[in-house]
């Protein structure tokens, strides 16, 4: 079946503006997660929803970051006043059901979006 | 100290070795263990998940150390196409997300 799409895959933009990442999940899954990825380095957890639940967002770097996800589809991650060090690969992912807590569940990646702030 | 740590490498191995690594975790309370496969400029692919017994696929097995509070991946007869960066996921206690090392990096010679 189709895997988790994200758009655009590249996206250029000047310091100071805003921008928007699309993220669309695995059908069926119920959770579905965040993740920055700066070059050379690991996955820095950003934000996770769990069907209709308020999100986990305590890996937002700062205020200009924000997510919002319409009940289990997609998702859109805002950049506000980009900086230059926002410049990464932002990666979507998705889980069968992430909401039983003390347990995880395997995730599946999206491509990515990769953010170049100039 | 991190939560997940992981020998960066690189690993340079000849085509055939066997190679092994490791990935130690400071959360005692993790549930859940993963690892994934990551190739250049890619997403990270799920390449298996660790089970409390270890568990084995083809080449590879991975097991879990509660006790030392590491996982480990080893991949037998390894291929060119086996040239990665390989990390560890652990997920669990009051955590939903996965929480990443930073990745093995593998390169497989002829």
């Known amino acids: 079946g189709a895997g988790v799409s994200q758009s655009p895959s590249n996206k250029v933009t000047e310091k100071g503006k805003d921008v928007e990442l699309r993220c669309d999940p695995i059908s069926g899954h119920t959770a579905l997660y965040w993740y920055r990825q700066r070059l050379g380095q690991g996955l820095e957890f950003l934000i996770y929803?769990?069907?209709?639940?308020?999100?986990?967002k305590s890996g937002l770097p700062s205020d200009r970051f924000s997510a919002e996800r319409t009940g289990e589809s997609v998702s859109t991650l805002t950049i506000q006043r980009t900086q230059q060090e926002d410049s990464a690969v932002y990666l979507c992912?998705?889980?069968?059901?992430?909401?039983?807590?003390?347990?995880?569940?395997?995730?599946?990646f999206g491509p990515g979006t990769r953010l170049t702030v100039t | 100290r991190k939560e997940v740590e992981q020998d960066p490498g690189p690993f340079n191995v000849p085509e055939g070795a066997t190679v092994a690594f490791n990935c130690t975790y400071s959360?005692?309370?993790?549930?859940?263990f993963f690892w994934y496969r990551q190739d250049c400029r890619k997403e990270p692919k799920l390449l298996m998940s660790v089970y409390s017994s270890g568990n084995e696929d083809g080449r590879f097995t991975a097991q879990l150390n509660r006790a030392s509070q590491y996982i480990s991946l080893l991949i037998r007869d390894s291929k060119l196409s086996d040239s990665a960066t390989y990390l560890c996921g652990l997920g669990g206690g009051s955590a939903r997300q996965l929480t990443f090392g930073s990745g093995t990096q593998l390169t497989v010679l002829p």
């Open positions: 959360n005692s309370a993790s549930q859940s």
């Open positions: 929803f769990q069907g209709n639940s308020a999100p986990d």
């Open positions: 992912a998705s889980s069968a059901n992430g909401g039983i807590q003390g347990q995880g569940y395997e995730q599946y």
